[in-house]
């Protein structure tokens, strides 16, 4: 038995000898994993947020309320007001520091902490917009004007272009039965003498 037990003992020595190296050839994998994992910054978990309704025909929102409730919603705001070339008709009844557009668009899902850039009206460009849409009006005005006065023209001269026809068709009429009354009363004149 005694040679048995030696076989066992040396078996187990063996055994944990095995397990030993082991352990030892995998140490430097686990202490590189643990590492790793350790200087692994943490994942942010990237929330999602809806651009809230900023501009909309009837519902003005000054810039400041814009301002306000797109950080309320964890967004940045960057701003950009419209220059005085970009002045149309349609901004003629907005009001002063309006928004009127963002980038991204309103209603877009965004990462919380996106930036985004509001467009906003001027006083100046409002009154610039009214210059242009009464500008616009006045010429057409002028347009028409301009037409019904052709029209009215034209129509003088049509009337007197048919005034001069027809006195001169009288005229030449008045010639014929002239000359037809001549004819009678020389047929009359020598009816009268035979």
Do not use: H, W
């Not at 003005?60 to 409730?69: G, S, V």
């Not at 009127?100 to 917009?129: F, M």
């Not at 005005?141 to 007197?160: S, W």
């Amino acid at each position: 038995m005694g040679t048995k037990s030696n076989k066992n003992i040396s078996g187990v020595i063996g055994a944990i000898g095995a397990v030993g190296g082991l352990i030892t050839a995998v140490t430097p994998l686990v202490e590189k994993a643990i590492d790793n994992a350790q200087n692994k910054p943490t994942e942010k978990i990237d929330t999602k947020v809806t651009i809230p309704e900023l501009y909309r025909k009837g519902f003005p929102i000054d810039l400041a309320q814009a301002e306000e409730l797109l950080t309320e919603c964890g967004l940045k705001v960057s701003k950009s007001k419209l220059r005085m070339k970009e002045a149309d008709p349609k901004y003629r009844d907005y009001e002063d520091t309006q928004v009127i557009d963002s980038n991204p668009k309103q209603g877009t899902k965004v990462k919380t902490g996106t930036t985004v850039c509001l467009r906003y009206i001027t006083a100046d460009v409002i009154k610039e917009s009214q210059k242009i849409f009464d500008d616009g009006i006045r010429i057409k005005q002028e347009a028409k004007d301009q037409k019904a006065a052709e029209r009215q023209e034209k129509k003088e001269r049509l009337k007197a272009s048919v005034s001069e026809t027809m006195d001169s068709a009288k005229s030449g009429l008045g010639k014929i039965f002239k000359k037809d009354q001549k004819a009678v009363e020389a047929e009359k004149g020598e009816t009268i003498d035979e």
